[in-house]
């Protein structure tokens, strides 16, 4: 019998999904009425009102604006990806099933491929990098969301903070500036003169070819999350120093 029930899976390919809709639509959007029905008939079965705790995502959002978008601001996604995850939200707002639904944005890990481990493979081959510097957001690191969880897990009633939160690192950034903090916290690690590194180039959105239009303004408000439930909410270089100290060890 199950405590807790976490969805943590989705179509995350954000440029295959400008020409695989379809399964976009069915994993990040359909799949949330199927989820969403199973549960209502175990809680009815077993007379329990188990919550679903469901990830989504800051591309629900059409990035104008330079403010941090709050939970309930207007949902207007600008690519695929960004759209079925907003169908599988109003999902599970329309279903009778009690939730947490979690936006985060930027995540990056000591596992697995993401920014963070390709930035430091360039940058331990000396590579050339070109990142974009006018997209402005959080990186957040998987374990604090992990974290995060498992304090969630120890609280007596999960179905009491029913709602709609964001949750992602405090500050915000640019993947451009981001990229360069890795570089810098590699050089302090390693003890190496930065001189001895090719500089990070910082470019325009404009100037990449991509199917997917990304939004500009990822910023997410936490506040409400911040008020809801107690947890160390740290900054995103704390959390990238963490992950660039173990890749480097
Ligand atoms: N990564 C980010 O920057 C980011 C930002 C904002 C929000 N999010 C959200 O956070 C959540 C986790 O994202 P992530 O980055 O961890 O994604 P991920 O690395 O792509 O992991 C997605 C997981 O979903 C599973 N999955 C995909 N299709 C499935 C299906 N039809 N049936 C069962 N499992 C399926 C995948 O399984 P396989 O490994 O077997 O394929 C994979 O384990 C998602 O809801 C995403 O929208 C992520």
């Known amino acids: 019998m199950p405590d807790v029930i976490v969805n943590a899976a989705a179509y995350t390919n ?6 695989e809709q379809d399964l976009a639509f069915t994993v990040n ?3 949330l009425v199927n989820i969403c029905e199973e549960i209502d008939n175990f ?11 469901h990830f989504s ?9 330079n403010e941090p978008n709050l939970p309930f601001d207007r949902v207007n996604p600008i690519n695929i990806y960004g759209k079925s995850k907003a169908k599988g ?3 599970i707002l329309s279903s009778n099933v009690s939730y947490l639904i979690f936006r985060t944005s930027w995540i990056v890990s000591r596992y697995r491929d993401n920014f963070v481990k390709t930035i430091l493979k360039k940058i331990e081959t000396n590579s050339e990098i070109s990142v974009v510097n006018d997209q402005y957001g959080a990186p957040t690191s998987a374990e604090f969301i992990a974290d995060f969880l498992y304090e969630l897990f120890q609280l007596e009633s999960i179905e009491s903070k029913k709602g709609l939160y964001h949750i992602c690192a405090q500050g915000e950034t ?13 050089v302090e ?4 003169p930065e001189r001895a590194l090719l500089p990070i180039h910082p470019i325009a ?3 990449l070819k991509t199917s997917a239009t990304r939004p500009r303004n990822s910023r997410l408000c936490c506040n409400s999350l911040i008020k809801t439930f107690p947890f160390e909410y740290t900054h995103w270089k704390m959390q990238i120093t963490e992950i660039v100290k173990v890749l480097l060890k």
């Open 14 to 19: 954000v440029e295959k999904a400008e020409m």
């Open 43 to 53: 809680n009815r079965a077993q007379s329990r009102n188990l919550p679903l705790i």
């Open 89 to 91: 939200e109003n999902n």
């Open 29 to 31: 959007g359909h799949a």
């Open 57 to 65: 995502t800051d591309y629900v959002f059409d990035g104008n604006g």
């Open 189 to 192: 690690i390693k003890g190496v």
């Open 205 to 207: 959105t404009s100037t």
């Open 174 to 186: 640019t993947w451009y500036e981001l990229a360069d903090f890795i570089l810098k916290t590699f």
